[in-house]
């Protein structure tokens, strides 16, 4: 990959940061759970994503983000009122933006008349404060009536689009209106800004680019050479700014340095128009050689004839000054982005190094060596720390859900929109860790789901009126850690299951045969059945031909557990059970037909040793267990496997109690247990091939390959 | 004033942080005589680099000694000029 292109990828990844950071922020204005950085943040996310869009000629996004940016800074001004038509078209904006953003890195077509749409939308919400920016002194926010804006209907007679280019943002100098305002920018860098490869020329430039500046520079600390530290940091600068920009706008130039510099940006009571130009006196304190520069041609007349005499000291400034370094309600975090391939070599290594731990400890017990021995005590500590090194690493590839939520959070505007319901969604255990790829491999299960809820779940807004309930209907998504699993759980405030039509629909699409009698749970569980969809018409919005036989086995090939269960009138909750790695796995080791095999532990609930009244034949060659009460499947493994052709006595056998998807319980039969142990996942389909119940392989501390269990198709198997 | 006996210094067109050390330990090699700093083919410049020049022309006023900026090239110029310094600055007449 030539540089460029590698650049050009770290600005994607970048842009995803800034788009959740984007969108969490909005959320939580939107949920008023915001403090006053919050908007700053939004707005220092869509600005990011600008400036990169520019340095990589993305016009189209340059565009968008402009305009959103422009809309951000009035909010962020005060000039504007966040209310909630605003927050839904800047969220509406955001996606938009993500969508700039997919599209320019994966090519693709863009619907270009819903950006233009919201873009001038956007641009109308930002045009309203046209109005007030034109009379200088007073931002008044009661001024005027931002609800207005995003009323097609009632957009302002009087209301002119204006459209809004850098220009005006950036400020020409020679246009100086009478919105010019007097910056005291007070800026001294440290090393770690030119350690950085910043310069502070480069900024000083930029701040020159933003109107008229007077530069003075104090060069009083720049000491002797034999004392100098060429790489050190001796120069300071007070700039005076004559410019019709925001403060923010000035901050902005430092936004990527305000951690390596002392700078503090003081904004100047404005003044007459008409008043005099006088140049600025330097603060003798601090000018050891005061050295005005004339600007010459960059600074024009009119505008040299607008820049008021005010004391350049920003200790007298008014009490509005803001330091940019005031920023401590968010705490630097460290942090490398690391290409995902080393990390999973390095999981790999130490699977292997798990691996070897277990062989070399086996060595040692078959070597005779005694177990209070300096050896295995050696060992012993040796495999916590094999332990812990795992861990560690299994928690480098853990991510929080998050983004997955957040992701899910523009699912159910859209949804909403589309299907004309009003939808909150309530998430709560976002930074729950899981590993990525089960992150990742979640997003499209997770979705459909989300759109079930929305399209399906929630009742229409009058019929939710005449249930007694809120118009707005709520889904909730939430994770949990539960014993060495994770717990995802989606649910809707909607009407609950329609058993009598989930069943009716069964058997006409012959899913079951008519007259079965169903349990509430069973029928619910129908909806896991393949080609089972309960809407009457294929909607656009959850009938795309995936059903939720799908999302089961997407959830199963995880790892993972579904359920659902519903209450007619409350709402249906599905339930997701998920490991939280797909590394490594806790299993019981047994032995069938000399084999050694693998149980995933989590589908274990218990084991015993079947007594004589207790099997029961079934048929030509089916077993059951009865067991408190009920009578369960035995299931030979040996014989299903094919490691034998007789099937195993079960009274020799140990029956191991499995429970698989929809809570069904089986028995699978085993000559013998060795016992627990967490084992190393080598995935089977990779290195080799599917293989009828076998979910993947590992390697045992005795070198030798054994398979881990599919319990579930197995289980499934027997059935058919 | 350029005097026909000072040790003659030429900028490399590129005073970025990387040439800041080199330059420092060049003026440190002359230090004691009158230099005159060949500006001419400067192309880039840097506030660290600035400092080295500020930084000799300190120590040059305090030894006494000459130090002159010949042919500052105009990306030199305009450099110090964002900056807020003049060449002027980077001038130590003292013989």
């Given at each position: 990959m030539d540089t460029m292109a590698a650049i050009k990828q770290t600005f994607f990844q970048e842009c995803e940061e800034q788009l959740a950071e984007l969108e969490t922020g909005l959320l939580a204005i939107?949920?008023?759970?915001?403090?006053?950085?919050?908007?700053?943040?939004?707005?220092?996310?869509?600005?990011?994503?600008?400036?990169?869009?520019?340095?990589?000629?993305?016009?189209?996004?340059?565009?968008?983000?402009?305009?959103?940016?422009?809309?951000?800074?009035?909010?962020?001004?005060?000039?504007?009122?966040?209310?909630?038509?605003?927050?839904?078209?800047?969220?509406?904006?955001?996606?938009?933006?993500?969508?700039?953003?997919?599209?320019?890195?994966?090519?693709?077509?863009?619907?270009?008349?819903?950006?233009?749409?919201?873009?001038?939308?956007?641009?109308?919400?930002?045009?309203?404060?046209?109005?007030?920016?034109?009379?200088?002194?007073?931002?008044?926010?009661?001024?005027?009536?931002?609800?207005?804006?995003?009323?097609?209907?009632?957009?302002?007679?009087?209301?002119?689009?204006?459209?809004?280019?850098?220009?005006?943002?950036?400020?020409?100098?020679?246009?100086?209106?009478?919105?010019?305002?007097?910056?005291?920018?007070?800026?001294?860098?440290?090393?770690?800004?030119?350690?950085?490869?910043?310069?502070?020329?480069?900024?000083?430039?930029?701040?020159?680019?933003?109107?008229?500046?007077?530069?003075?520079?104090?060069?009083?600390?720049?000491?002797?050479?034999?004392?100098?530290?060429?790489?050190?940091?001796?120069?300071?600068?007070?700039?005076?700014?004559?410019?019709?920009?925001?403060?923010?706008?000035?901050?902005?130039?430092?936004?990527?340095?305000?951690?390596?510099?002392?700078?503090?940006?003081?904004?100047?009571?404005?003044?007459?128009?008409?008043?005099?130009?006088?140049?600025?006196?330097?603060?003798?304190t601090r000018q050891a050689m005061p050295l005005p520069v004339d600007d010459g041609p960059i600074i024009p007349e009119a505008v040299l004839a607008k820049i008021a005499q005010v004391n350049a000291d920003p200790a007298k400034a008014p009490p509005a000054a803001a330091a940019v370094q005031a920023q401590p309600a968010q705490q630097a975090q460290t942090t490398i982005r690391v290409d995902l391939d080393r990390v999973d070599r390095l999981i790999d290594l130490v699977g292997e190094l798990v691996i070897n731990q277990s062989m070399l400890s086996q060595r040692v017990t078959e070597a005779g060596i005694a177990r209070l021995s300096e050896v295995a005590v050696g060992l012993d500590d040796l495999e916590q720390l094999t332990r812990e090194i795992q861990d560690s690493v299994m928690a480098i590839r853990a991510q929080p859900v998050r983004p997955i939520f957040q992701r899910m959070s523009r699912v159910i505007r859209e949804v909403a929109d589309m299907v004309g319901k009003s939808v909150r969604l309530v998430t709560e255990g976002e930074n729950c860790e899981v590993d990525k790829t089960v992150i990742e491999r979640l997003a499209d299960p997770l979705t459909h789901m989300i759109r079930n809820a929305v399209d399906h779940g929630l009742e229409k807004p009058e019929d939710r009126i005449k249930a007694g309930k809120p118009e707005q209907g709520v889904v909730r998504m939430t994770a949990a850690h539960r014993s060495g699993r994770v717990i995802i759980e989606v649910s809707d405030d909607g009407a609950g299951i329609n058993r009598a039509r989930v069943k009716e629909i069964?058997?006409?699409?012959?899913?079951?045969?008519?007259?079965?009698?169903?349990?509430?749970?069973?029928?619910?569980?129908?909806?896991?059945?393949?080609?089972?969809?309960?809407?009457?018409?294929?909607?656009?919005?959850?009938?795309?031909?995936?059903?939720?036989?799908?999302?089961?086995?997407?959830?199963?090939?995880?790892?993972?557990?579904?359920?659902?269960?519903?209450?007619?009138?409350?709402?249906?909750?599905?339930?997701?059970?998920?490991?939280?790695?797909?590394?490594?796995?806790?299993?019981?080791?047994?032995?069938?037909?000399?084999?050694?095999?693998?149980?995933?532990?989590?589908?274990?609930?218990?084991?015993?040793?079947?007594?004589?009244?207790?099997?029961?034949?079934?048929?030509?060659?089916?077993?059951?267990?009865?067991?408190?009460?009920?009578?369960?499947?035995?299931?030979?493994?040996?014989?299903?496997?094919?490691?034998?052709?007789?099937?195993?006595?079960?009274?020799?056998?140990?029956?191991?109690?499995?429970?698989?998807?929809n809570r069904v319980q089986s028995a699978l039969m085993v000559d013998g247990i060795i016992g627990q142990q967490q084992v190393v996942i080598k995935s089977l389909e990779t290195n080799y091939g599917q293989v009828f119940g076998v979910a993947a392989a590992t390697i045992l501390g005795d070198g030798r390959v054994a398979v881990i269990l599919d319990v579930d198709a197995i289980v499934a198997g027997n059935r058919s | 004033m350029k005097s026909a006996m000072s040790t003659a210094v030429a900028l490399p067109p590129v005073l970025d942080i990387t040439a800041a050390g080199p330059l420092a330990s060049e003026f440190l090699r002359v230090r004691g005589k009158d230099v005159s700093v060949d500006a001419s083919k400067v192309e880039r410049v840097g506030a660290q680099c600035i400092q080295v020049l500020l930084s000799a022309v300190a120590t040059w006023t305090l030894d006494g000694m000459e130090f002159d900026l010949a042919n500052p090239s105009a990306a030199l110029v305009e450099g110090l000029e964002i900056a807020g310094l003049e060449p002027a600055n980077l001038v130590a007449r003292n013989a």
């Open positions: 939107e949920s008023e759970e915001h403090d006053p950085d919050t908007i700053n943040a939004v707005f220092r996310a869509v600005h990011s994503i600008k400036g990169g869009a520019g340095a990589f000629g993305l016009e189209e996004l340059v565009r968008f983000a402009h305009t959103f940016e422009t809309t951000l800074d009035l909010v962020r001004g005060g000039q504007i009122q966040p209310d909630a038509g605003l927050l839904k078209l800047m969220l509406r904006s955001s996606d938009i933006l993500a969508d700039l953003v997919r599209y320019s890195r994966d090519g693709g077509e863009m619907d270009e008349s819903r950006v233009a749409q919201i873009h001038d939308e956007l641009t109308r919400a930002a045009n309203l404060d046209a109005a007030p920016a034109a009379k200088p002194a007073a931002p008044a926010p009661a001024a005027f009536e931002p609800v207005g804006a995003f009323d097609a209907g009632s957009a302002d007679d009087d209301f002119v689009p204006i459209t809004i280019s850098f220009d005006d943002i950036l400020g020409d100098g020679g246009e100086a209106s009478s919105a010019e305002q007097i910056y005291v920018v007070s800026f001294r860098p440290k090393p770690e800004l030119y350690a950085k490869a910043n310069d502070a020329i480069k900024l000083l430039r930029e701040i020159r680019a933003l109107g008229n500046a007077d530069v003075a520079c104090d060069i009083s600390d720049v000491p002797l050479l034999t004392e100098l530290d060429p790489e050190g940091a001796y120069l300071s600068w007070t700039i005076r700014l004559g410019a019709d920009v925001t403060e923010a706008q000035v901050r902005e130039v430092f936004e990527f340095v305000e951690f390596d510099c002392d700078v503090s940006v003081t904004a100047e009571p404005k003044v007459d128009p008409d008043f005099e130009f006088v140049p600025a006196p330097i603060d003798e069964a058997v006409k699409r012959g899913v079951i045969e008519p007259g079965v009698p169903l349990s509430d749970s069973e029928i619910d569980d129908l909806i896991f059945a393949p080609g089972f969809s309960t809407a009457s018409t294929v909607s656009d919005v959850s009938g795309r031909g995936v059903g939720m036989d799908v999302v089961k086995r997407s959830i199963q090939a995880l790892g993972g557990r579904i359920s659902i269960s519903s209450k007619p009138g409350q709402g249906t909750t599905f339930t997701l059970s998920l490991p939280l790695t797909l590394a490594v796995l806790d299993g019981m080791v047994v032995t069938v037909a000399g084999q050694t095999l693998v149980v995933p532990l989590t589908a274990i609930v218990e084991t015993l040793q079947p007594k004589g009244p207790e099997v029961h034949g079934l048929g030509e060659r089916a077993k059951v267990i009865a067991i408190r009460g009920s009578f369960i499947p035995l299931i030979d493994v040996g014989y299903k496997l094919g490691y034998r052709h007789d099937e195993a006595d079960p009274l020799n056998s140990v029956a191991i109690m499995v429970e698989s998807e | -």
